[in-house]
C-alpha cells in the first residue's frame, strides 16, 4: 500500500498569511493521482484538488496544488478565517486508495 | 440537488454484523465508482473500499478483506457495506462516496458503534 505522509501535523498561522502544506507518498503516485480535502468539524470532507493541480469546481483560486512522484503541496494563499480546518491527501494512483494523516491548520 | 445518503448504522457487539446502505439521488448513479470512507471520532479519514460501475471490480484495504462486501444495486440507486465480524476497531462514522477524479460528493455518514 502506498503510505502518505503529510506534514506538518499543526500548521499554525493568521489571516491573510499564506500556507504551505505537504504531502509525501512512500511510492510514485501514478499519474499524479493525488487529491486535497478540506474537513471542517462536524462535515464531510470536500474535494479541494483533484489530479495533482485541478481545482475542483467552486473552489478560491487562493487554493493551488502542485507536486509529481512522491512530493505533493497544496498551497493557501492570503488565508481567510473558514480556512481553518483540517486537511487531507488522498491518493488513487494504486487500487487501494489512501489517505494522509491529515494536518490541522490553526489560527494563530 | 446532488445528495448521498447512508444508513444502516448503530450499535453492535463485537463479532456481529451490519449492512450499510446509501442511496444516490440527482445524477446518474450508474456512470461512477463508488467508495466508502470511515473516520473514528477525532481520528483522520481512512479508505475503506471501492467498486466500479456494474460491481465487475472491487477493492478493499487490507483490515476488512475478508470481513467486509461493497455491493450496490443500480436500478436502485443504492450502495452497499456489509460488514462481517466486526471489531472494536471498526467503530467509526461510514461515509458514501462519488469518485469523479477524486471523492467529489460526500453523504452525512452513518455511525457504527462495535461495543459489548
Known amino acids: 500500500d502506498i503510505v502518505l505522509t503529510q506534514s506538518p501535523g499543526t500548521l499554525s498561522l493568521s489571516t491573510g498569511d499564506r500556507a504551505t502544506l505537504s504531502c509525501r507518498a512512500s511510492?510514485?503516485?501514478?499519474?499524479?493521482?493525488l487529491a486535497w480535502y478540506q474537513q471542517k468539524p462536524g462535515q464531510a470532507p470536500r474535494v479541494l484538488i483533484y489530479?495533482?493541480?485541478n481545482r475542483a469546481p467552486g473552489i478560491p483560486d487562493r487554493f493551488s496544488g502542485s507536486g509529481s512522484g512522491t512530493d505533493f503541496t497544496l498551497i493557501i494563499t492570503r488565508l481567510e478565517p473558514e480556512d481553518f480546518a483540517m486537511y487531507y491527501c488522498?491518493?488513487?494512483?494504486?487500487?487501494?486508495?489512501?489517505f494522509g494523516q491529515g494536518t490541522k491548520l490553526e489560527i494563530k | 440537488e446532488v445528495q448521498l445518503k447512508e444508513s444502516g448504522g448503530g450499535l453492535v457487539q463485537p463479532g456481529g454484523s451490519l449492512r450499510l446502505s446509501c442511496v444516490a439521488s440527482?445524477?446518474?448513479?450508474?456512470?461512477?465508482?463508488m467508495n466508502w470512507v470511515r473516520q473514528a471520532p477525532g481520528k483522520g479519514l481512512e479508505w475503506v473500499a471501492n467498486?466500479?460501475?456494474?460491481?465487475?471490480?472491487?477493492h478493499y484495504m487490507d483490515s476488512v478483506k475478508g470481513r467486509f462486501t461493497i455491493s450496490r444495486d443500480n436500478a436502485r440507486n443504492s450502495l452497499f457495506l456489509l460488514m462481517n465480524n466486526l471489531r472494536a476497531e471498526d467503530s467509526a462514522f461510514y461515509y458514501c462516496?462519488?469518485?469523479?477524479?477524486?471523492?467529489?460528493?460526500w453523504g452525512q455518514g452513518t455511525m457504527v458503534t462495535v461495543s459489548s
Open positions: 440527482g445524477f446518474t448513479f450508474n456512470i461512477y465508482w
Open positions: 489530479g495533482a493541480s
Open positions: 511510492q510514485s503516485i501514478r499519474n499524479n493521482y
Open positions: 467498486m466500479n460501475q456494474d460491481g465487475s471490480q472491487k
Open positions: 462516496a462519488r469518485w469523479n477524479n477524486a471523492a467529489d460528493v
Open positions: 488522498q491518493q488513487s494512483g494504486d487500487s487501494l486508495y489512501t
